[in-house]
Nanobody, 115 residues
């Protein structure tokens, strides 16, 4: 089992920055990919960014150049640094891992971009 805890969400003004954290515990050695998804009511869930165990990163076009995904192995944590935030980035952000047991989801953290 993989247990994920997200943190770092909140209210920020347009143009501001936030850093989300996703701390994993449990069967973390079996994780081969970690991603951040976001969900807005009434819209499809969107994969924002992902990072493989080999360090390969992938970003949605909508966040390219503004968001950066990274990880700290020692802390079993994956980060999503978000800059130049826009109102359209407002959503609940979820950390998701792929491992030998399948997909595991965190509880989500709300990000609101508003003046």
């Amino acid at each position: 089992q993989v247990h994920l805890v997200e943190s770092g969400g909140g209210l920020v003004q347009p143009g501001g920055s936030l850093r989300l954290s996703c701390e994993a515990s449990g069967s973390i050695k079996s994780i081969w990919n970690t991603g951040w998804y976001r969900q807005v009511p009434g819209k499809e869930r969107e994969l924002v960014a992902s990072i493989t165990s080999g360090g390969t990163t992938n970003y949605a076009d909508s966040v390219w150049g503004r968001f950066t995904i990274s990880r700290d192995y020692a802390k079993s944590t994956v980060y999503l640094q978000m800059s130049s935030l826009k109102p359209d980035d407002t959503a609940v952000y979820y950390c998701v891992t792929d491992s030998i047991i399948g997909k595991s989801w965190g509880q989500g953290t709300q990000v609101t971009v508003s003046s």
